[in-house]
């Protein structure tokens, strides 16, 4: 998803200019809740590597 995607569902009435600053803050977050393999990204923007499926789910 685009970097400027994100940005505008996170801040629906206009992102503050530190918005995507505050965007990577919270990609670190999840990385470092989720894994650093667990999102991906380029210059583009981001995205969310899934892995395989367990069995039972």
Do not use: F, K, N
């Not at 995507?20 to 380029?42: F, K, M, N, P, Y």
């Amino acid at each position: 998803m685009s970097t400027g995607t994100l940005i505008e569902a996170l801040w629906c009435i206009g992102p503050p200019p530190t918005a995507r600053t505050q965007l990577q803050s919270c990609v670190l977050r999840l990385r470092r809740l989720q894994g650093a393999e667990a999102i991906a990204s380029d210059p583009a923007g981001y995205g969310i590597r899934l892995g395989p499926r367990r069995a039972g789910r």
